[in-house]
């Protein structure tokens, strides 16, 4: 069975500072996508990464796949309030499903 | 243009009652996702479509769930004699075809009282 750890699950912080998030998994995935959620919508896709080693940045996010494709991070620079809400990991599964991590709850307060 | 979309937005039900949940994904998709939101469960796959068939239904709770797509295009999630536990949000996901990026619809907040 293929699982994704994700860390931390809440994270509160000042709007300026830094945060990284932090996926895992035992598995190997042939690519892993990262989404935000706001209240009452669905998620809605980031980025998704494919290769091993992999970096893309989006603006202030920076999301990195590691080497053996069983990891992934996703780090914020001068974190804004608007930047609050619900970030989910998700590796591709058989048949095109998504396997989520369990999601992290940022909040930013200016 | 036209995202995904979900009906109804809210649905409270008694315990043991039927309830049917509905999903319309963008016009050409064909490929449809069911997946379930639950506290303390993250968002777990149900089941989904190629076309009209259901290749994968290995994330359906129980023979309670059970669900359709007619004319490659709207699904219906039904669920049976209703427990608490089923209360969730339930997600509809569309995308071209399978391996392509899933465009989630708003969801249905199902309430099992």
């Known amino acids: 069975t293929q699982l994704l750890e994700q860390s931390p699950q809440f994270l509160s912080i000042q709007e300026g500072e830094n945060l990284t998030v932090y996926c895992n998994s035992s598995?190997?995935?042939?690519?892993l996508q990262w989404y935000r959620q706001e209240p009452g919508e669905g998620p809605v896709l980031l980025v998704t990464v494919v290769t091993g080693g992999e970096v893309k940045k989006l603006k202030r996010l920076t999301f990195q796949f590691g080497d053996a494709r069983k990891d992934s991070s996703l780090h914020i620079t001068a974190a804004q309030p608007g930047d609050t809400g619900l970030y989910l990991c998700a590796g591709d599964g058989q048949g095109g499903k998504l396997i989520f991590g369990q999601g992290t709850e940022l909040s930013v307060k200016p | 243009g036209a995202g995904v979309s979900q009906s109804p937005s809210n649905k409270v039900t008694e315990k043991g009652k039927d309830v049917e949940l509905r999903c319309d994904p963008i016009?050409?998709?064909?490929?449809l996702y069911w997946y379930r939101q639950s506290l303390g469960q993250g968002l777990e796959f149900l089941i989904y479509f190629q076309g009209n068939s259901a290749p994968d239904k290995s994330g359906l709770p129980s023979d309670r769930f059970s669900a359709e797509r007619t004319g490659g295009s709207v699904s219906t999630l039904t669920i049976q004699r209703t427990q608490q536990e089923d209360s969730a949000v339930y997600l509809c996901?569309?995308?071209?075809?399978?391996?392509?990026?899933?465009?989630f619809g708003p969801g249905t907040r199902l309430t099992v009282t």
């Open positions: 996901a569309s995308s071209l075809a399978v391996g392509y990026e899933q465009y």
């Open positions: 016009s050409g998709h064909t490929a």
């Open positions: 598995s190997v995935f042939s690519s």
